[in-house]
């Protein structure tokens, strides 16, 4: 017989998220970026199960930084997205595949395994012959281009029809129906003068299941008719008692096991047979693989949500030609996306353009308070991060150079400046990212330095945007210092770096927030007076008011 366990070997070292030898292509995100982006609010948008949440998010932070991994991942992305009937029927196969987590951690050592141990294993088995079987039928009909998807064709055709499947199922059938058969024990057991149980043992083994109390009720019946005592009020008092199994130490279950083994045998005997026989067998593999095509499940149904509500999604390409360059067309922040599928926000939600170049490579994002900077700076990060992953992203069309790993410096929470105080906290945070990151990278600035005095922040903020050219990393610096955007021709002069800063300006029409952001010097005072003027607070708004009145 061919070695069922053969391929499971080769199935454990197979993935849907990472081609063959590409395992380790992935920089995991700090904490900090995860919660910046707001990952755990996407997460439990995608699945309301806690479980699944956390598998999702494990593998969404985990940011791949291999053009070869995204572009696998994209390509079973897409063939999951053309094969909608495959979704729904492996959908049935995932369900089973959950019970293989539990029993995936039953102990090896089957000669010292107890009766129950050795059944949770046999149950772990039927329910992996289960998956296979369900994977299959769910395959068969699918003609996969993804090398992802043919790899997964190939591996549970050859477990099912190449490597002794068919001798292994009959196998755990056969003997799982002699334990299957066992339907009930009867239980012998002497009392003392108080009707206090002393000794217990197992009378016989049944086919039968236990019907309810009708012995119990005979014995009291019987001792009614010689006594005077009401013993019919005892036995309304007693109740039908239903045991659940449990992991716990329990003596008398203990003592039940080892009769019940030496009374089952030959039974036993078969049983470890038979696990030892196929003990290689794990169904943990098929758990890893249900929970990565789980992962991308949830991605293509969010994006149909997406689409349903008229913004456009599309799968992001490669750029070939230019390294240094990105462009969104029609872009957003997904999770302002998720806000409006929540009914947490009723707005239409404004769409940008977005390029990197080598001559636009560090934008000083300018504009209005609540005008829209920080989730148009959010955005950028998860755009890129739903690219690298090999999912949807956000706009219409987006040609993307990945990015090796995504650094943010947003406001930190008041507790975590204490001990050096927010500018020092800042500044310690701003050289650990600068160490850290490289021209591959993607840095997203929000309000950095705002709690500082204008003249340090000011000060600070040059010299990093300096240091960004020199480094050349895709950066959106969202700030309040209106002279940082006026300074970027000087600091481009300057510092003759390979890349380039450029003021980008979020606008305001007819003293209203647009949203939309275009390549312009700074408005600086002209913000402010759009808005005194919509409210009614310019000097000449205030000094009519007061005359007439």
């Not at 009291?220 to 008719?225: E, P």
């Not at 249900?290 to 750029?319: H, M, S, W």
């Not at 755009?383 to 219409?396: D, E, Q, T, Y």
């Amino acid at each position: 017989m061919k070695d069922v366990s053969k391929h499971l070997k080769s199935i454990n070292d197979f993935s849907l998220l990472y081609p063959m030898g590409k395992e380790n292509s992935f920089q995991k995100l700090s904490e900090i970026v995860c919660n910046d982006l707001s990952i755990d609010y996407i997460c439990s948008f995608l699945s309301k199960k806690e479980n699944e949440q956390r598998k999702i998010r494990g593998i969404l932070t985990d940011i791949p930084n291999d053009e070869e991994v995204i572009t696998y991942r994209s390509m079973v992305y897409k063939d999951l997205k053309n094969h909608p009937e495959f979704c729904i029927k492996v959908e049935e196969a995932l369900e089973e595949i959950e019970l293989l987590n539990e029993y995936g951690k039953t102990k090896k050592d089957w000669d010292s395994s107890n009766l129950w141990e050795l059944v949770s294993r046999l149950k772990e088995l039927e329910v992996y012959i289960e998956c296979i079987k369900k994977l299959k039928s769910s395959i068969e009909l699918s003609s996969f281009e993804s090398e992802g998807l043919k790899n997964l064709n190939a591996y549970v055709n050859g477990i099912y029809n190449d490597s002794g499947f068919s001798e292994f199922q009959e196998d755990v059938e056969k003997i799982g129906y002699d334990i299957s058969a066992i339907k009930s024990i009867s239980l012998g057991v002497n009392l003392d003068e108080n009707l206090n149980p002393i000794e217990a043992g197992i009378v016989s083994i049944n086919s039968e299941a236990f019907k309810g109390q009708t012995f119990l009720k005979n014995f009291l019946t019987y001792h009614k008719k010689r006594s005077s005592n009401n013993t019919s009020d005892l036995f309304q008092g007693m109740t039908y008692f239903k045991h659940t199994a449990s992991n716990g130490i329990n003596p008398l279950m203990n003592n039940l096991t080892k009769i019940v083994e030496n009374m089952l045998q030959p039974i036993v005997k078969d049983l470890k047979k038979t696990l030892k026989k196929y003990m290689n067998v794990s169904g943990l593999a098929l758990v890893n693989i249900a929970d990565e095509i789980r992962f991308y499940i949830r991605f293509l149904e969010l994006e149909k949500k997406i689409k349903d509500i008229g913004l456009p999604v599309c799968i992001g390409q490669t750029n070939p030609i230019n390294d240094s360059e990105c462009k969104l067309e029609d872009f957003y922040n997904i999770k302002l996306a998720i806000c409006k599928l929540k009914g947490e926000i009723q707005h239409d939600i404004i769409r940008n353009d977005l390029i990197f170049t080598k001559d636009q490579r560090i934008f000083i994002l300018t504009g209005p308070n609540r005008g829209g900077k920080t989730i148009f700076t959010q955005g950028i990060g998860l755009a890129f991060l739903f690219f690298n992953s090999g999912v949807f992203i956000p706009c219409a069309n987006g040609v993307m150079k990945p990015c090796d790993n995504i650094f943010t410096h947003f406001p930190a929470d008041e507790n975590s400046t204490v001990e050096m105080g927010r500018l020092g906290e800042e500044s310690n945070r701003l050289s650990d990212i600068c160490g850290k990151a490289t021209s591959k990278s993607l840095i997203l600035f929000n309000e950095s330095f705002a709690t500082t005095s204008h003249t340090e922040s000011l000060f600070i903020a040059k010299d990093v945007v300096k240091y960004l050219c020199y480094l050349g990393a895709r950066t959106c610096f969202n700030t309040h210092i209106h002279e940082l955007a006026e300074s970027v021709e000087e600091i481009n002069k300057e510092i003759d770096a390979a890349h380039n800063a450029v003021s980008l300006v979020m606008g305001l029409e007819n003293g209203e927030r647009s949203f939309k952001v275009k390549i312009s010097k700074p408005q600086g005072i002209s913000f402010a007076r759009d808005i005194a003027y919509k409210y009614g607070i310019t000097f000449e708004q205030l000094k009519n008011r007061r005359i007439i009145s």
